[in-house]
């Protein structure tokens, strides 16, 4: 990540540099993100910092760009975009942002505005119903082409290191936060659209729903940095509604980390982390038992969450 010095002057060199926006929000247990353009498009544009920090002025342009209010915002990266250039001849410089909300009504938006499920652009990464099973019959083969394909044999060895550890292969394991490296992967093999080795007959399916500018990399970065993040801080805290019961919990985390989550070490583990209150509510689902609603104590944000362990991944 470029330092503020940096990304200084290169604004000076270049005039305003463009922000980005990664909205998040866990809706009806999806994992979602607001785009714009058709959902061809992040919230984008040229930010001129009017504020003593940046992050105060991304609130500011977001609520000014789509009218859908900011909760935790960080910043992500700082991104060179080599396929778009300014009259300068210099590429364009992304500022982008990872912001944590609660989805506004589609009411509320700016009518270019609209949540999209994040699995629409990253198919591959849900893995809650098990292994997609296009990884192995599709995917696969491409990749033993591409290792085949190497110069010479240490490059060989290379390039299945990097399948056998982003894809799960060899036994290794799923990673969940090696979102961008398989992302990147895809594109050196020439399996997304974005990429200028993709292989047109392909199915659209696997390969998800494309990006303009880049954003599709902006977007893979900010999953990796949050299925990264959730392991050790309470950042789910944001994506909650105020009252919740443990399942609703373990589903929204579910949502994010794209794989199922063993349900009595999930249980275990929370309660362990001294995390959450019971409300003394309860509430009623289908045929079963009424369900305990819970609330983050107050002092969750300072606290924790899953003390850096492993997700309680289902068997």
Not at 247 to 273: D, P, T, V, Y
Request: charged share 25%.
């Amino acid at each position: 990540m470029k330092s503020a010095t940096e990304v200084s002057t290169l604004q000076s060199a270049e005039g305003v540099a463009e922000v980005v926006a990664v909205l998040v929000a866990v809706t009806d247990l999806s994992a979602r993100v607001l785009t714009v353009n058709g959902g061809s498009t992040l919230p984008y544009g040229p930010l001129t910092p009017v504020h003593r920090s940046l992050q105060a002025g991304v609130r500011e342009w977001v609520r000014e760009q789509t009218q859908q209010p900011m909760g935790y915002v960080e910043q992500l990266y700082t991104f060179v975009d080599i396929m778009r250039t300014r009259s300068s001849g210099h590429a364009v410089i992304y500022i982008s942002y990872l912001g944590l909300v609660r989805e506004a009504a589609e009411e509320q938006l700016e009518s270019q505005a609209k949540w999209l499920d994040w699995y629409l652009y990253f198919p591959w990464e849900d893995h809650r119903q098990g292994r997609p099973a296009y990884i192995d019959e599709i995917f696969l083969p491409h990749f033993k082409a591409w290792i085949a394909a190497a110069e010479d044999d240490h490059q060989r060895q290379h390039r299945q290191r990097r399948v056998d550890l982003c894809w799960a292969f060899n036994g290794k394991a799923w990673l969940d936060d090696y979102v961008l490296s398989r992302y990147e992967l895809l594109y050196e093999v020439g399996l997304i659209p974005e990429s200028p080795h993709f292989d047109e007959r392909l199915s659209t399916e696997p390969v998800g729903t494309m990006m303009r500018h880049d954003h599709r990399r902006v977007l893979a970065t900010a999953i990796s940095r949050l299925r990264a993040k959730i392991k050790y801080r309470p950042v789910i805290f944001e994506l909650m509604p105020r009252e919740f019961t443990l399942l609703q919990l373990q589903e929204s985390i579910e949502s994010l980390a794209g794989m199922e989550l063993h349900k009595q070490n999930f249980r275990r583990l929370i309660q362990h982390q001294d995390l959450l209150e019971a409300t003394g509510k309860s509430v009623v689902a289908g045929r079963g038992r009424p369900a305990q609603r819970y609330r983050f104590k107050e002092t969750v944000l300072l606290e924790s969450i899953l003390s850096g362990n492993k997700l309680p991944l289902s068997k």
